[in-house]
């Protein structure tokens, strides 16, 4: 199947706004091919030039790095092609975690935690969707906030201290692998949600709202759109998917603390803007956001093996980022001007 | 097209999720909770036997992990490893992430288990978090040597403990004792009040004060929150409450170089004694200008040294991590491996105006 289908225009009955909502900002590329071939380039040029990339445990230590990554970059970019943001995912795996380990501690079973602290990330994402949606607040604004606040109340209930005694069972579950495949059991779940996310983005009308939503705000609502109840119900899947990153989180270090995946959020969106979402909203797809995942994760494994030191990775990660974000800029500025010489 | 499609959509999704969840966790068995699961953890490497006179092979790939690359500590600590390394003409490697989160010292591990490295020294930023990688690496061959801060015991093959307890208790108690002169009002200024190092060594101090010293009366411990400022004006606070104060303690190097601060421009320098854990980078200016006589800190060169060839005994099948075995670390000389596979490094080392130009950390 194509994940990558081009962003239909608003699904309406004749209710577009005058001048049919021209292509805008951003929406330059379907770069979600080009990422993905670049994926593929660096990991056949990877196999061939770092001694120990290819192999089936090191194909299951990289997976195991880009889990959590993906798996919240999932709902995260149905909210970025809205044209809103939610930075506060990572502190919500942080207070997640805490949580669980706090209730852990206090004798309730893994089975009543679970749902409970999805039902937490549920009400997190919930403060973050009322606050945008109700309010008016700028996505960005509220979830700077809440992603100190979050991170605040995480150490409120765990403070510094960790808690390490899940069953071996779980934890061990949490990093075992598909019999010798070196593949993550959790890939499974995950590429599920994949597919469950891709089909509701690119095959559904709910799909092509939020691109409509994206380009066009006031369109959509002209459309028949209710562009706020939607949103508020992005940032709650968005925080439930969080609390279910947080749980995973905890099992597969085996160590619930606050300080849980700091900094997270940072990977999560650079996945997704090197996967060719434009950060305006309005464009890009799921198959290239779980390519720029994969792409992040794989050239710091390689550049791990060859020992790069760690400072020289995040310049790397950075400079990548940048280049993904300007390339289609210049591309999009080059294919406008000779498009625009021969008018002339 | 209807208000609440996505409404609905999630709506029906979510059930689903929670169905899942149900189903799944019903599977996994009926409840699990804290304290009834845990068999018994792998005992390391019981099974071996040690041979205290093998060779140390050549070329061992030593890696050094530590909790974060440039932290001024874990470099100098590294220096030592990469001297030991040397003498045994093996590789030495440092890698490290650059925040030193729980989890980000995972990759690495993993990394290292795939080249295939011979030995990892690493001081753990959280003592669970990296279990399972270590394992993995162990079960890959490498031999594994925690110091500073240690993991789970299960997780690796021995730890080096820069001291004991008692060790930085007594010296401290030692170094202020000699200073006043063993009989005066003494004060602590430690970090925070639920820092579990410093309430172990202070219980520690009180006893070892009382049994030795009768004279010496510590009258308050008080806390700077291992900030600078706060640490500061408690030194302020403490001089003004006990006007007859002869000497203070600070287990804790951000306290020992904020009071250190205080006593040098104040009245009561040379008059009330300071001593404590601390660098000898912070400490070098207030050891020349008279405000500090001596004080005292475990030496990480030293201990990153010892690592390393803990890690080659272990690699070369010296030793296995068992209790009661024993080693030679190159010009410390021979050490002895604890209860619970730990080895002490030492007693702490003494900083003076003399020997304080020595280091450089």
Known sequence: MTVETAPAP???????????????RGRTLPSGSVITTFLVLFLVIAAVSVEGFASTRNAGFLLLDVVVIALIALPLTLVVVTGEIDLSVASTVGLSSAVMGKLWFAGLPLEAI???????????????????????????????????????LAFVVLGDQAVADFPRAWTTWAISSIGSTGIPVVVVPLVVLVLVTGVVLHAT?????????????????FSGIDVGRTKLWLFVVTGVVSALGGVYWTLRYGSARADNATGLELQVIAAILLGGVSIFGGSGGLLGVIAGALLLGSVRNALQLVNVPSDVLNIVTGVLLITAVVAPQV?????????????? | MSRSLLGRHLRGGL???????????????????????????????????????????????????????????????????????????GEF????????????????????????????????????????????ARSGGASVVTFDSDTAPECRDVFINQATADGIAQTQIDLMAEQIGGAGQVAILSATANAT???AWIELMQEYAASEYPDMEIVTTVYGDDEDEKSFQETQGLLQTYPDLKGIISPTTVGISAAARYLSGSEYKGRVALTGLGTPNQMREFVQDGTVTAFALWNPEDLGYLAAYTGAALAAGQITGAEGETFEAGDLGEYEIGADGVVVLGEPTVFNAENIDDFDF
């Open chain 2, 93 to 136: 490697s440092q890698v490290g992430p650059s925040e030193a989160s729980a989890s980000s010292q995972v990759s690495y591990i993993n990394t290292l288990t795939q080249q295939g490295a011979d030995v990892i020294l690493t001081s753990a930023n959280d003592p669970n978090a990296i279990c399972s990688a270590l394992d993995q």
């Open chain 1, 331 to 344: 591309a999009a500025r080059v294919k406008g001007r000779r498009r625009r010489r021969p008018a002339s």
């Open chain 2, 15 to 89: 059930t689903g999720v929670a169905v899942a969840a149900l189903v799944l966790t019903t599977a996994a068995c009926g409840g699990t909770t804290r304290g009834e699961d845990e068999g018994s953890s792998s005992g390391g490497s019981a099974g071996a036997s040690a041979d205290p006179d093998a060779e140390i092979p050549a070329d061992l790939a030593v890696a050094f992990l530590p909790k974060q690359l440039n932290n001024p500590y874990f470099d100098v600590a590294a220096a030592g490893s990469e001297r030991a390394v040397g003498e045994i003409d």
């Open chain 1, 10 to 24: 608003a699904p309406s009955g004749g209710a577009a706004p005058a001048g049919g909502a021209p292509a805008r």
């Open chain 1, 114 to 152: 679970i749902p409970l602290v999805l039902v937490l990330g549920a009400v997190l994402g919930a403060v973050n969707g009322v606050l945008v949606t109700r309010l008016g607040l700028p996505s960005l604004a509220v979830t700077i906030g809440t992603l100190a606040l979050y991170r605040g």
């Open chain 2, 197 to 199: 190092n410093q309430n």
């Open chain 1, 205 to 221: 009308p709910v799909g092509r709202s939020l691109y409509a939503m994206g380009n066009s705000e006031d369109a959509a609502r």
